[in-house]
């Protein structure tokens, strides 16, 4: 069975702009989760979305949102970005309810000059 | 709210010998589960052990095993017969049901394993 993807691996951004990072979970896997790993914050949750509707939500400005599709595919979408976006970000998918395991994707590196 | 501590940033070890990596966690749900996740430096992050906090008994998994402290509210993670592939960052986490599917990081421990 093949694993969580994220597309994609790396981008490089500017400040202003806004990136789409997209999340294809384990085939029959319900849930999605964000999460935004930094140097100096460490691995702090974004949100997670279940049959296509946010289930829960972490402490992010508006700036970053997500959604998620009928066949449980994700993405995270950050406008206006900013220098301290840059950062790895991982999605998480499990089959949906509370404490599955939960399988991590390889990460989407983002890098805002 | 709850919280993850990571006390040790970095620890090195022996190839063949043991290592203990430290976690606390502060909750105050009744219902819980703690993991520690592995991150080699391929980034992806792997499940290693996971204790449920009803459960009195210490989990094991190959040569990881926990020492779950209740009353203490620690977490420790030994790992046994080290080889170099365990060198890695690894995370304690917690999930409470009442934060719904949220994990709650603790800052990560290095593990060096030198030959």
């Known amino acids: 069975k093949a694993g969580v993807t994220q597309t994609p691996r790396y981008l490089i951004k500017t400040r202003g702009q806004q990136v789409t990072l997209s999340c294809s979970p384990i085939?029959?896997?319900?849930?999605v989760s964000w999460y935004q790993q930094t140097p100096g914050q460490g691995l702090q949750f974004l949100f997670e979305?279940?049959?296509?509707?946010?289930?829960n939500k972490g402490n992010f400005p508006g700036r970053f949102s997500g959604r998620q599709f009928s066949n449980s595919r994700s993405e995270m979408n950050v406008s206006t970005l900013e220098l301290g976006d840059s950062a790895l970000y991982l999605c998480?998918?499990?089959?949906?309810?509370?404490?599955?395991?939960?399988?991590f994707g390889p990460g989407t590196r983002l890098t805002v000059l | 709210a709850q919280t993850v501590t990571q006390s040790q940033p970095e620890m090195s070890v022996q190839e063949a010998e043991t290592v203990t990596l430290s976690c606390t966690y502060d909750t105050s749900e009744s219902d819980y589960y703690l993991f520690w996740y592995k991150q080699p430096p391929s980034r992806q992050m792997i499940l290693v052990i996971r204790q449920e906090a009803y459960k009195q008994q210490n989990a094991t998994e190959n040569r990881f095993s926990v020492n779950f402290q209740k009353a203490a509210k620690s977490f420790s993670l030994k790992i046994s017969d080290s080889q170099l592939g365990d060198a890695a960052m690894y995370f304690c986490a917690s999930l409470t049901e009442a934060a719904g599917n949220k994990l709650t990081f603790g800052g990560g421990t290095r593990v060096l394993v030198k030959p």
């Open positions: 998480a998918s499990h089959w949906g309810a509370t404490y599955n395991e939960q399988f």
């Open positions: 979305y279940f049959s296509e509707t946010q289930r």
């Open positions: 085939s029959g896997h319900r849930s």
